[in-house]
């Protein structure tokens, strides 16, 4: 895809977000490789391994050895609501509407009042197996109105949202029991009886606009974190080869805890590390130790017309570069934060801090989860943005150029630490 606009149109879902990226990557030459079956591995190859579809591993094995890891790690999902199983709820009146669950620390006021759809995966039974397939319903297909200010005078005196009320969409009027299943049936190719299981979410329908009077904002969807998996990616893409082995990885469920088999809290990650080290003949703990983790998800940008919510001397800006977090709760430390300071330096990219306002919690994110399994020097970054869990978030249009650029120079890096001592 050729801007991260396109990308995000093409990824209503987090399942369709791997696929593009897969795709990119069979144009690209890479191998795909299956984790239920065993890998050889040749140096100079090109390779990627997907894991339910909603997480994807690249990476490129130099031509003579390599010291450790180089790796991204951003997520493929996004807070939303999710459809239920049984899907279908009948009335008021001849209302028909969709029973779905907050997937997620969403903002719920953002996804009322416009066009959404349906996006995810279902898994159809065919002759021999059950089939894995991605479906999107291309049309304006729900909705979830407003109450009208005459029967609550009082909505924009602060709301608290019911979510098993307030956040239900409306998908039609004296619809057939029956007709939801139908229309996702129809969308994935095969018989409403046939779809044996489903994961299914709501997304919406405006594409992402580039805007601003020197058009120096993007808004989208889900641009946390498809915003810096992109501009990870194409950094991966881009570099040259090092003594390092780049790794491209997106994982899934980051907003609900990480706690799956395709999320940072998984072994997804470190299951990879352990089959290269195996198959490359490379003592493990070794490269691990030579090894560097840059955990890439949005930070906040200072709002315009709420900027005491950010800390007084941390005050990220949109179009300023990418941002190191600092914190608790987050993996950046002073030597992780040098080295990757040093490479934004090699790439003439600004970089900029971030740190909680000291009485508020804020958010986490995958670099300590992910540390759990596979600890390595991390630092946590992202792009600055507003709006952040809304279905409509604002970054800066130029952030996604200088997070590849800085990528770009990570991946080309090779990452050596010894007694405190860091070589890139
Ligand atoms: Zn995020």
């Known amino acids: 895809m050729n801007n991260l606009l396109e990308f995000l149109a093409a990824s209503p879902s987090r399942f369709h977000a791997v696929e593009n990226f897969r795709k990119e990557l069979e144009a690209a030459g890479y191998t795909r490789l299956t984790e239920s079956k065993s890998w050889s591995l040749t140096p100079g190859g090109k ?81 021999n197996a059950i089939e894995t397939r991605l479906v999107y319903v291309d049309k304006d297909l729900l909705m979830i109105p407003n109450v009208a200010i005459h029967m609550n005078r009082a909505a924009n005196d602060g709301y608290k949202y019911d979510l098993k009320c307030d956040m239900v969409p409306l998908l039609g009027l004296g619809l ?7 229309i996702i049936a129809r969308t994935a190719g095969c018989a409403p009886e046939d779809i044996l299981g489903t ?16 058009d120096e904002f993007v808004s989208a969807p889900a641009l946390d974190d498809l915003q810096c998996a992109y501009g990870c990616f194409h950094g991966f893409l881009a570099a040259s080869e090092s003594e390092s082995l780049p790794v491209f990885a997106l994982l899934d469920n980051e907003e609900v805890g990480s706690l799956t088999k395709q999320g940072a809290d998984g072994t997804f990650l470190a299951d990879l590390v352990s089959r290269v080290c195996a198959a490359m003949g490379r003592d493990r703990a070794e490269a691990v130790a030579n090894s560097f983790l840059v955990s890439a998800d949005n930070a906040h940008a200072v709002h315009p017309n709420h900027p005491e919510y950010h800390d007084a001397t941390h005050r990220p800006v949109m179009n300023g570069g990418p941002v190191i977090k600092h914190g608790v709760r987050y993996a950046t430390d002073g030597a992780a934060q040098a080295v990757f300071t040093a490479l934004c330096k090699r790439a003439g990219v600004p970089v900029q801090h971030f740190s909680n306002r ?25 792009l600055a943005q507003l ?30 630490e010894e007694n405190g001592m860091f070589t890139l």
């Open 176 to 182: 057939e029991k029956g007709s939801f299943r139908s």
């Open 199 to 214: 994961d299914l979410f709501l997304c919406p329908r405006q594409r992402g606009v580039q805007w601003g009077a020197a």
């Open 358 to 382: 000291s009485d508020l919690a804020g958010g986490s994110t995958l670099g300590n989860i992910s540390n759990s399994h596979l600890s390595m020097n991390t630092v946590d970054i992202g």
């Open 47 to 127: 390779y990627y391994v997907t894991r339910n579809g909603s997480a994807l591993l690249a990476f490129r094995v130099p031509k003579a050895g390599f010291a450790g890891f180089m790796i991204s790690a951003s997520h493929s999902d996004a807070p939303c609501l999710r459809v239920k199983e049984n899907a279908e709820l009948a009335g008021p009146e001849t209302y028909v509407r969709l029973n779905v669950e907050k997937y997620g620390g969403m903002l719920c006021a953002p996804w009322m009042d416009r066009p959404l759809t349906v996006a995810g995966r279902v898994l159809v039974q065919t002759e």
């Open 387 to 416: 709006a952040m869990h809304s279905c409509f978030e604002t970054a800066g249009a130029r952030d996604t150029d200088y997070l590849i650029q800085a990528m770009t120079a990570f991946y080309s890096a090779s990452f050596r």
